[in-house]
């Protein structure tokens, strides 16, 4: 006698419902990676960095960006919205950095996000270079009316980021007037990335500045040599009252249940340096493509897809909190909600938030993939626009490529068109598409 | 009966020689790897580039790194003396570039030694982008009156170089008023390379920089939707009348024939962004280090050890050609000229040119460098400033090293102490003393 479990069951239904979506997927990857829409999403992101070049929170050039979004999706057929959110405007002015003792050297800089200016003369101060929050703990008082320069090893992202994000205030603590933070990357040609820190509250405010991997190794010998070090900084940088902006919204609605919605995104706005094609256009073009490929197919699933361009993520996911707020109301009725942050290099592995019962919908979902060997399930979704909703409990997904240099351009001059791969974006099309459209045209909901 | 030849004879002694001197390499390398000098040669190249930073050709820098050295060696106790060279004297001056249609963006670039200014206000013109000269020609017609943008792919620094060489003149011929040139490297983090390039006598000489790869990919994609492109750009640049200097010489003399010389160098001048580190100043300290290695263990070889760090090289090898000029005339004495200029990574080879009978010896030499595995001889010689005595039937060697990020940082603001690694010098010294140190030492001079 067999015994079946419910579980058995269910996931043996699901298995046999998903697996029927085969054909469907084949002929999504086939247009997508072979087909009439080879390119396009690769192309799309060149017409729009070509065009608008980067463009950062609270920037005209971040309207335009809209503007253009707005457009180019309304052209293509799709039914598209704006929704205002109101957004951060910083803006990084004049800036520069010059050792000066015990020579003149030049150091390539970028002021961080919110950071406070200088005055019209600039800082000249010693300088005290540490390798780690707790060294400077140990000389604090040495701290005193200096520049601290911060040359911490990379170890991680996730880890190393700290020091962009709270060096400022943990400098200012013992006295500092200035900070200067070796750039969050495993690797640099001279190049500064920028970034977004935090003042505490209640803490002085000081300037603030990434500088190269190699100035802040040469500032760390010569200080090992016992030598004294001056610097001059000035930084013209302000901040403006916040400014209107939006989130771009673009769907296909849903024919049985078009208030079910599986939503897919990037984020329009970029940093102030380079193209921001990496970070995120990218992530943003693929969201699109996504709802091309569907709609050139004549498919229509049960929920609705829509795709969400984020505004001012870069400023601690601003456009994307204020969307929360004021979606979570219907929380219900998010299916899935997926970001495209980490580049749109060869894609590895679909990163994936939800319950194991949910999992194990999404493990038959990625099989669909196998036409183009993608069939990888991940665990942990991330992304700093869908983590209100994963906190909530509604399943998330993310994509994850193939990033071994990913941070060797981010938030630098070196976010170009120049590091993007026409293919490489065909195949994050094509694995965005299969997934979402699948999802959403299930006869279930994902299970919480 | 067995007959031997007299070549096989000659072979068999010559081995033998060499052989008996495996006790002296390992003492050379155990010195340098593992002993007291470990660490020593990237030591002092970090003080040395660290005190000094770059020193172009002409410069007030160069004057004082020449000093530095002059005195640094004479303490280290060798026999220092400096040989009067003139040399160029070109000045980058302020320069920058901006592409005003169709949007305004900032380029980053770098004037090419000895490339003439614009006009103080600049010069502002549309565009033509080429991908190659045969380009060019077919669209003579076009580019008159234009700035050319060459967007040329990288294929070798050997082979590709010539558009940075010749790009001025060729476009010149048909009319340019400028040109902007896609930076020699097969990778950017929106990094420009500079470097020397030649004007055509009897060719208007027009203003000439590299830009960024990143740079001229989106003008070839601008181009290629057939945008019209203006730029201006603006470049101080200027040529003063040749400047004093001098190439640095230290030598060990032989005991035996102190007027037969085994020549090591590298050049001490720069370009004047980065810091000279790769190029050259690994392969000076290297030739600086065997002398000091020779010394520490109290040996002195048959022959003359001698250690020329050229001055001016970047122009052309300058300095080395008038070192040539005035000691050819014994050039018989002249048993091996070396020379690294190729970065000192890892190193891979010595590459040698010279004939079949000298190679044999070197094959010999090679085999002492068993203990760290780095017994391979490879073809070719190269360098710029041994080339005219290789030319004139020397003898000569230079270091192969795993060099695939070699032109990423060549002649840009990447070439700094981070990219070197004090184990790898330590190996560069190593066989760099053995090789120099044992021909040095045996009782014939190279046959020829």
């Known amino acids: 006698m067999i015994i079946t479990s419910p579980c058995f069951l269910y996931t043996s239904d699901i298995a046999t419902e998903i697996a029927d979506y085969a054909d469907v997927a084949k002929r999504i990857i086939d247009l997508a990676v072979f087909g009439a829409a080879q390119n396009r999403s690769y192309r799309r992101l060149a017409d729009f960095t070509d065009t608008i070049g980067n463009r950062v929170s609270g920037s005209e050039n971040l309207n335009m960006a809209i503007k253009y979004m707005y457009n180019a999706m309304t052209q293509d057929g799709l039914d598209v919205h704006l929704e205002p959110v109101k ?34 003369e600039g800082i000249e101060a010693e300088v005290l270079v ?13 701290a005193t009316g200096k520049i601290v320069v911060f040359n911490q090893p990379f170890v991680s992202y996730g880890e190393t980021v700290a020091y962009r994000a709270y060096g400022a205030s943990e400098a200012a603590k013992v006295g500092a007037v200035a900070t200067l933070i070796r750039s969050i990357t495993p690797f640099s040609i001279n190049s500064p990335h920028t970034g977004w820190q ?50 771009t919204v673009a769907e296909i609605k849903g024919w049985q249940h078009p208030e079910q919605v599986v939503l897919l995104s990037g984020h329009l706005d970029s940093w102030d340096v380079g ?29 609705t897809l829509r795709t969400v361009l984020w505004t001012a993520e870069e400023q601690g996911g601003v456009g994307a ?29 679909l990163q994936f938030t939800g319950s194991d019962a949910a999992r194990k919908v999404m493990e038959e979902v990625v099989k669909l993939l196998a036409p183009i060997n993608m069939t990888k399930l991940e665990t942990h979704g991330e992304g700093t626009d869908i983590s209100p909703w994963m906190q909530a409990g509604v399943p ?11 941070f060797w351009f981010h938030h630098s001059e070196g976010d170009t068109m120049s590091v993007q791969d026409p293919q490489d974006m065909n195949l994050c099309s094509a694995l965005w598409a299969v997934v979402s459209f699948v999802v959403a045209d299930l006869q279930d909901m994902l299970p919480r």
């Open 275 to 303: 193209q921001g094609a990496m970070d995120d256009g990218g992530g943003a073009m693929i969201s699109w493509e996504v709802l091309s490929l569907i709609k050139d197919l004549g498919l229509r699933p049960r929920r």
């Open 396 to 406: 998330g997904a993310s994509l994850y490529v193939a990033d071994s240099r990913y």
């Open 198 to 247: 935090d003042y505490q509250d209640g803490v002085k405010r000081i300037p603030t500045a990434c500088i190269t991997v190699e100035d802040a190794e040469l500032m760390w010998r010569l200080s090992k040599r016992g030598q004294k070090i001056m610097i001059r900084v000035t930084m013209a940088a302000k901040t403006f009252p916040d400014a209107d902006s939006f989130n």
């Open 87 to 120: 957004i951060p405007h910083w803006v990084r002015g004049k800036e520069s950095a010059v050792m000066i003792v015990p020579r003149v050297k030049n150091l390539a800089i970028l002021g961080l996000g919110s950071s406070v200016g200088t005055p019209p």
């Open 130 to 142: 540490v390798q780690s929050f707790e060294e400077l703990k140990h000389r604090a008082s040495e």
């Open 321 to 349: 909190q204020q969307y929360y707020n004021l979606h979570k109301v219907n929380i219900s009725n998010f299916d899935l909600v997926m970001e495209s942050d980490l580049g749109t290099f060869r894609p590895e592995a």
